[in-house]
């Protein structure tokens, strides 16, 4: 458990908590049950203090999502001084609830850094030692001092128990917690990795591809000029317009960014019309009031036409080449969703980060959808995957939208 989040503190509160029910019902046991003449003004005056410093400590816990460890040591230091006060009114020494001084130290020794432990560990022993040397000697009544002071130990050893349990267990889901952290963070990290170095390697085989992708549209536009056949030159045309896209997406590469954001942007309704110009035989069904006029950095773009790629891949491999589209803006947010009508996905990695060069097609190079996640990740959005009703699936990302565009 991280002592720089608040977790550590709201679980002080609640084993706080526990120690208050705790103190008070010891309290009721032994002056009503046991009839020992314990001075109850000053008990329940420390279990007052200690439920008001609760009440306190669990309103500023409520409203802050870090504390630092010097915090944390100041709420324990409370808890000592608390305990140190009634186990001196109650017995000092031969109160066998002074061992509580060990919970506090096993809780600090296992959730705060070395010094602050050693700060904790030598508060515990002072306040033991303060509660020995100056604390009143505890009443029989009717009971011996060794059953007394079994029975003491059974109900220490009880409430011990309890408290060791609670908070062993919350260390365990927070650790848990942690390790899946981290294991995010790696695969996240090894996929980035590998998109600088994707990104690398594309700068130096655009610069390759530009000339030979200039030489091809030149030789396309003789050919064409040549043809007299019109099938053949509409077929050209084509070829010629996939060729100055390919010439573009080159260009792109090489563009000037700026915060990690290229400075072109690209209106959804040239998304799709790239799109269709590259699937002419996927049919894409849209919303019709979709924003088309809507100007996208061209990692969304990007991220657009990977998802339609795959929908459209997998319908075409169902035997079912379509797709559907639903683009909105809501609330200064675009939301989208685009539906394949293919065989669906394993729901169990739905929401698995993209991992690059990993993909689920035999002819993909799973750079796509790692992209597509590294996209997500960088504006702050979300991105989730649901069967969809009948057959195939869903991918829906929702992404904040600069002011500007979201009113427009």
């Known amino acids: 458990m991280n002592p720089s989040d608040a977790s550590f503190l709201r679980t002080l509160c609640s084993l706080r908590w526990l120690a208050t029910a705790g103190q008070a019902a010891t309290i009721l046991v032994a002056t009503g049950l046991m009839r020992l003449e314990l001075p109850q003004l000053p008990l329940w005056s420390g279990v007052l203090a200690l439920a008001l410093f609760n009440l306190y400590a669990q309103v500023r816990v409520a409203h802050s999502d870090s504390a630092a460890p010097a915090t944390a040591f100041g709420h324990i230091l409370v808890d000592v001084t608390v305990l140190t006060w009634m186990v001196g009114w109650s017995g000092g020494i031969a109160n066998?609830?002074?061992?509580?001084?060990l919970i506090l130290i096993a809780l600090a020794a296992l959730a705060l850094p070395l010094g602050w432990s050693m700060a904790v560990a030598s508060a515990c022993v002072l306040g033991y030692t303060v509660s020995a040397a100056f604390g009143l000697p505890l009443p029989h009544g009717g009971f011996d001092a060794l059953s007394l002071h079994m029975w003491g130990m059974a109900a220490n050893f009880l409430i011990s128990?309890?408290?060791?349990?609670?908070?062993?267990?919350?260390?365990?889901?927070?650790?848990?917690e942690r390790e899946r952290e981290i294991s995010t963070l790696r695969e996240r990290f090894a996929r980035n990795e590998g998109i600088v170095a994707l990104a690398t390697h594309a700068a130096s085989v655009a610069h390759e591809l530009n000339t030979p992708l200039a030489t091809m549209t030149l030789l396309v536009d003789d050919v064409a000029d040549q043809c007299e056949q019109p099938e053949l030159r509409e077929d050209l045309e084509?070829?010629?317009?996939?060729?100055?896209?390919c010439h573009e997406r080159v260009l792109a590469l090489a563009a000037p960014a700026d915060n990690g954001n290229l400075n072109s942007a690209v209106a959804v309704q040239d998304v799709l019309e790239q799109w269709s110009l590259v699937r002419p035989t996927v049919q894409l069904q849209r919303n019709t009031d979709a924003p088309l006029r809507l100007m996208l950095e061209p990692g969304i773009g990007h991220l657009l036409m990977v998802l339609l790629n795959n929908a459209a891949d997998a319908g075409e491999r169902a035997g079912n080449p379509q797709v559907d589209l639903t683009l909105r803006i809501e609330q200064d947010h675009l939301h989208g969703e685009v539906r394949d009508y293919g065989r669906g996905f394993d729901t169990s990695k739905a929401m698995l980060p993209g991992t690059l060069f990993n993909s689920g097609k035999p002819d993909g190079m799973g750079v796509g959808l790692a992209l597509s996640h590294a996209t997500i990740e960088r504006l702050k959005g979300e991105l989730w995957m649901l069967p969809a009703t009948g057959s195939g699936a869903r991918v829906g990302f929702r992404l904040p939208l600069p002011v500007k565009e979201a009113t427009s």
């Open 161 to 176: 128990t309890v408290v060791v349990l609670v908070f062993s267990t919350r260390l365990a889901f927070s650790l848990r």
């Open 96 to 101: 066998p609830f002074g061992s509580l001084f």
């Open 238 to 245: 084509t070829v010629r317009e996939l060729l100055v896209q």
